[in-house]
């Protein structure tokens, strides 16, 4: 069963307002076939039943350390985020087609604050925590989806044994 709860919050500028009703529909579709996508990638996790912290740094060269994490299938773990750049950075939990056509999203709409359950969204200096259960054995990706990040390689993987 799907326990994946998108909550969606948009800000769009004003001048962006009069192709709301366009951009809604359009996200729709993007929002549900990354839901469909989902899959395969776990689900969040219960604070009671973590496993073990792993901690992860992400900075301003556009990279995540360490950027392949191993776990066991069943695992809940708590992703301990720190940010060491200067700018905004954040970790979205996925799988690389998804994340791909999410960051495709967040840069036609670069106002957009999302926040769901697979990802963490992290200011300068900021720490944070996000728990996750990797479910099934495979590989799940993350990424930082603020536009340019990922392209410069600032994606990391997690191989689930
Ligand atoms: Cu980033």
């Known amino acids: 069963m799907k326990k994946i709860l998108s909550v969606l919050m948009l800000s769009l500028l004003p001048g962006l307002a009069m192709a709301a009703g366009e951009h809604g529909a359009h996200q729709g579709h993007n929002m549900a076939s990354m839901q469909q996508d989902m899959h395969g ?3 969040p996790g219960k604070s009671a039943e973590v ?3 792993i901690e992860v740094t992400m900075d301003d060269n556009m990279r995540f350390s360490p950027d392949k994490i191993q776990v066991n299938a069943g695992e809940t773990v708590r992703l301990f985020i720190k940010n060491a750049g200067k700018m905004a ?3 979205v939990i996925g799988n690389l087609e998804s994340l791909q056509a999410h ?3 967040m840069r036609q709409m670069p106002d957009m604050k999302h926040a769901e359950p697979n990802m963490i969204s992290l ?3 900021q ?3 996000l728990i996750w259960k990797f479910d099934q054995a495979g590989t799940v990706d993350f990424a930082c ?3 340019g990040h990922m392209e410069a390689g600032m994606k990391g993987s997690v ?3």
Do not use: D, F
Request: hydrophobic fraction near 40%; charged fraction near 20%.
């Open 41 to 43: 990638i776990g689900l």
């Open 51 to 53: 496993n073990r912290t």
């Open 89 to 91: 950075h954040e970790l």
């Open 103 to 105: 960051a495709e999203m």
């Open 123 to 125: 200011k300068a200096g």
């Open 127 to 129: 720490k944070g925590g």
């Open 145 to 147: 989806l603020i536009p």
């Open 159 to 161: 191989h689930v044994m």
